[in-house]
């Protein structure tokens, strides 16, 4: 069983930058694809950005390209979002997860961390 821990949310004025970071135990993390998704209160969960098993097929939600920035590392079994130019509008709970096609697909995935909250402040 796969299990996929995120860490590394909190509260930051706009404007400010967080990483977020997720390990994974369990599984063969080197050959899945991974992603971050988001999910504000209210709202449905949105993808974020997605990267595949060997650290390309970078995709990005048009509403962080250019600001965020996914990573991965097989040997550490980590996948990473790099958040910089914040914005309130970012403020939700981030979700970490993994799909065993190894592909970074902005829909399906099998497994799923239980979040961690970023709050942007005005």
């Known amino acids: 069983q796969v299990q996929l821990v995120e860490s590394g949310g909190g509260l930051v004025q706009a404007g400010g930058s967080l990483r977020l970071s997720c390990v994974a135990s369990?599984?063969?993390?080197?050959?899945?694809?991974t992603a971050w998704f988001r999910q504000a209160q209210g709202k449905e969960r949105e993808f974020v950005a997605g990267?595949?098993?060997?650290?390309?097929?970078?995709a990005y939600a048009n509403s962080v390209n250019g600001r965020f920035t996914i990573s991965r590392d097989n040997a550490k079994n980590t996948v990473d979002l790099q958040m910089n130019s914040l914005k309130p509008e970012d403020t939700a709970v981030y979700y970490c997860?993994?799909?065993?096609?190894?592909?970074?697909?902005?829909?399906?995935?099998?497994?799923w961390g239980q979040g961690t909250q970023v709050t942007i402040s005005s």
């Open positions: 369990g599984g063969t993390f080197s050959t899945y694809g």
């Open positions: 990267i595949n098993w060997s650290g390309g097929g970078l």
């Open positions: 997860a993994a799909t065993r096609t190894g592909m970074a697909s902005r829909t399906s995935y099998d497994y």
